[in-house]
């Protein structure tokens, strides 16, 4: 019997917990009889690990050891600087694999959609953080945080995480693994004022106690917060605000939190964060960037709607970055539900336009169930996905023999060959960055922090950076050479 072949499509913790899924659930029957290959646009592996946690989360990175071990295992096999719909599409995922996962995540941010919303100085978290966190993609010129007032829009903990950061002393971000672009320009930073503002109540707040506790932590920074704002009742009619804090021991952490940091009086320290709660902005203003934001008194109508109260206010800021979720964009060829922004799938398998599931087409991560959870969620997501295609593709069946050149599988013969993706590619002279070079990418990291006295690691920044370090054996593109 030949192996079960399975194809990832995407490095992030979403893919590679499904590729754990994978070989856990195989063991009983013998891991031998199944290979994973995770594809990835990136030259590096671990997605919002490496590209999406802020570089004072050591902790959190530690997931990356974790999932390193999944690469390493025998059985599975890394295949970066793939762009999927461009180096590989999907017909010829379906003709090398036994069964295809897709895993991309949520990757593009949602809009505010108010007037002045396009001006400069206006911009996504979602890419500041991908500054921050050295993502190739994002030019190191993107952000040089000349602005002296912030607003950053959301109530979740990346909107923390963009407050934090701005609001953290520069000294302590040496011993981080920020690029060093990045460094110099939290360096040089001018920003004195953050103001978070959440459109509604601290009671739907989506914070977790400990995040928002390390924003009070940070030294040389005040936090405020208007005791008014945490009066439930008052901004909800429907009682629900209240109920939901008795009922969730999270909501009480945080107001317990809030409440006390709204009777601590500013030590008029160096920088400061205002927690607006009860507030959505109407309007960016300026002439040519970002010089206001207008923001509009919000409260919950007698049926629980988000309404407008009419009292407005003007906050003078430089520049503002959103943080009202995330969604998944389509792949090539995939189904996709546009309104909810997920492949179409029950328990992870894909389903077509008539609502049946696709041979051999499944789903996972935020891509299958939408922008929720934490990063361990999406174990157990990966697991039921995995269950899934494994009742449809036990790991005895027959399905091909050897590592043989490309030939396609015929519907007559069941026992044909299936090609291998990489000879395909090699026919068309697009070679996969292999593990071994994303190591080499990995030590040169590695060794950078140790030339300039830093952490245990230092980003490095651009693609031109990462290509020279992934050396011969891999190759790295950016979007710009793929145009």
Partial sequence: MSPLRIAVVGAGPAGL??????????????ADEVEVDVLERLPTPYGLVRYGVAPDHPSIRSIADYLRRVLEHPRVRFLGGLCFGVDVSRETLLECYDAVVYATGATRDRRLRV??????????????????????DVAPASFDLDAVSVAVIGAGNVALDVARILARPAADFPATDVPEPVLAALTASRV?????????GPAQAKFTPRELRALGELPGCDVLVDPGDLDLDAFDPTGASSEAARADRRIRDNLAVLTDWAHRPPQGRGRRVSLGFWRRPVELTGPDRVTALR????????????VGTGGCATLP????????????????????????SVVPNAEGRVLGPDGTPLPGEYVAGWLK?????VIGTNKSDAAQTVRALLADHPVTAPTSTADQPATAPSAADPTARRPRLTELLAARGVRPVSYDAWLGIDRRERELATELGRAARVKLSGWAELNRAAGPQGRTTGPQERA
């Avoid at 917990?17 to 013998?30: C, F, I, N, R, S």
């Avoid at 890419?127 to 190739?136: I, K, L, S």
């Avoid at 004195?192 to 509604?200: A, D, F, G, K, T």
């Avoid at 800021?317 to 909810?340: A, W």
């Fill in 17 to 30: 917990y499904t590729a754990e899924a994978v070989l856990k659930q195989t063991a009983a029957d013998g």
């Fill in 115 to 136: 007037p002045g919303e396009e001006l400069p100085g206006s911009a996504a978290a979602a890419e500041f953080v991908r500054w921050y966190c050295g993502h190739p």
């Fill in 192 to 200: 004195e004022s953050i103001h978070l503002i959440s459109r509604r």
């Fill in 295 to 306: 923001v509009e008194r919000t409260a919950l109508d007698p049926r629980g709607r988000l």
């Fill in 317 to 340: 800021v430089q520049l503002v970055l959103r943080s009202v979720g995330y969604r998944s964009v389509p792949l090539p060829g995939v189904p996709f539900d546009e309104r909810r």
């Fill in 369 to 373: 169930r939408g922008p929720t959870g």
